[in-house]
């Protein structure tokens, strides 16, 4: 698996303690960092595609991959998929206990289910029993939706939605210790958010399973991304949650570079540059908005490949430097020209026009002297000439 420069940072957030459960190469639980899902939205049936988008999530972080699983065609693809891929696969099953089997018999790295949709108690068992030969863990995963269709109403306030999930997820959780099977992770997943938070929250002090965080059906861009960012936001920074998915009306790559945008912002993981840019007002000499954009698209190509970096973009050079300290490097607009600057000094005046390409420079040698493997900094090389070509705005 190719290796994405991180940083698990030290951080006041102390991370409720929960037990490590192994998926395929990565660990959800105990120490290890907090891990960025994302699922598949092609038909899992067509394998070449699946693939790619699997192999194109990886490159930009993605972490563990699941994938819907609706048919017998479909599971019979898992393995051809998983030989062709480096990331843990989950199997997405429904209803279908064979399916499940089958999933486990291709070799998955774990199952999700919703044990509510499975009938029958021994199919259950089946599938459990089947899950311990070959070691994978299962996620409990209890929906808002499955849980109000159970219950007598199905509008039920945001608190007893919470109840119920938590409930049937502790229902569902006895069966299986039942069976002397602990290899779970659970999640409480609802599209309002205060039930989701609420749910997480009574959980946590009742098991030491770990937990997959997500607001399901949580919509578009932005709108998507603003409920998980709250949801998951008040979940994280009180120590709730090992792995997450942003679910999104979006490609997937939205949703793998939003899990760790959030991971990012509460410095629970630090991942490639982050860019600080002002919002502009009446004092701003440059095209913030227009810098930013470009710089993000030049960024976008090499950015899993870059260790951890702030970089600024501010308006005016009076207050930019000054307002954007912690950056490690940034540029502050001028009358004619601007500055270049590195922790909160002027490394040096540039002219206006040529202020991305010497940032950008400047990204790349600062950082990529971290980058010790020579063979790696030899496969960046266009992507990198390509990043300095860049003709400022
Ligand atoms: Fe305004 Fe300058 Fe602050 Fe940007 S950095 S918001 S232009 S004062």
Redesign the pocket.
Known sequence: MEKIPHKVTKHPIKRRSARPIKVGNIIIGGDAPISVQSMTKTDTRAIDATVRQINSLEKIGCEIIRVAVPDIKAVKCLGEIKKQINIPVVADIHFSYKLALEAIKQGVDKLRLNPGNISSQKHLSMIISAAEEKDIAIRIGINAGSVKKNSKSSRKPSGQNSKLMVEECLKYLRIFEKHKFYNIIISLKSSDVLSTVEAYRQMAGKCDYPFHLGITEAGPLPEGLIKSSVGLGILLSEGIGDTLRVSLTAPPEEEVKAGFQILQSIKLREYGPEIIS????????ID?IKIVTKLKKQLSSISSTLPPIKIAV???E???PG??KEADIGI??GKTSGILFCNGKIVKRVKKEKLVEELISKILEERLHDISDIKEFKRLQPEIKEAVDLKSP
């Open positions: 002002c919002p502009t007002c009446g004092r701003c000499k913030v501010m308006g005016c009076v207050n930019g307002e954007a502050a607009g």
